[in-house]
């Protein structure tokens, strides 16, 4: 009497998730006669599929110029949105747990602008538009993540507001230029 497939793994860590599952497709018990071909099959499949989605989280794709586009107007509107916020909180709008709060989230926004503008990404045309946008990208960030840590800070506060205009009308620059 058959129970279909057993699979077995080492007894060692797992490895990542695409590879457990290759292994483990590969090393089922019981292929004969009582198990169909077909799940045999999807099992194929469904490995291949894991082994494409892997990759997913970086982008092999060449950035066009409508991409370079998009990614400058989304560092100039988290810019522009962070120098709001720390004018707002100057004038006593805001409280000090939501600057930070909201601060942090648009930081971690620009840093993950800043991951997908990879210049090696870029055609030569482009390049150098990439290389700064992900430039502000970063600066955008580590602005952002200064409001965040030191709200109570005057000084630090009106620093943000002068830097966040600054890298908000830079960006916008390339985007027009695009």
């Known amino acids: 009497m058959s129970q279909g497939p057993v699979w077995r793994t080492h007894s060692r860590a797992l490895p990542p998730p695409a590879t457990f599952l290759i292994v483990c497709t590969l090393r089922a018990e019981g292929t004969g006669p009582d198990v169909p071909a077909a799940s045999r099959k999807a099992a194929g499949l469904a490995a291949v599929a894991v082994l494409l989605m892997a990759g997913c989280g970086q ?7 409508k991409q370079v586009r998009l990614e400058a107007e989304s560092i100039g509107s988290i810019a522009t949105e962070g120098r709001i916020v720390a004018e707002q909180h ?3 709008e805001l409280k ?11 930081a971690a926004q620009a840093a993950s602008d800043e991951q997908d503008l990879e210049p090696s990404r870029a055609p030569p045309a482009l390049a ?3 290389e700064r946008l992900q430039s502000l990208a970063e600066e955008t960030s580590v602005r952002l993540r200064a409001l965040e840590t030191r709200p109570r800070d005057h000084e630090a506060v009106q620093g943000a507001v002068e830097s966040l205009a600054r890298l908000a009308e830079e960006a916008t620059k390339i985007e027009d230029s695009l």
Request: net charge negative; proline share 0%.
């Open 96 to 106: 000090e747990s939501f600057v930070q709060v909201h601060a942090a989230d648009l």
């Open 128 to 130: 150098h538009d990439v």
């Open 90 to 92: 100057l004038r006593g």
């Open 59 to 65: 982008s092999t794709t060449t950035l066009d110029s």
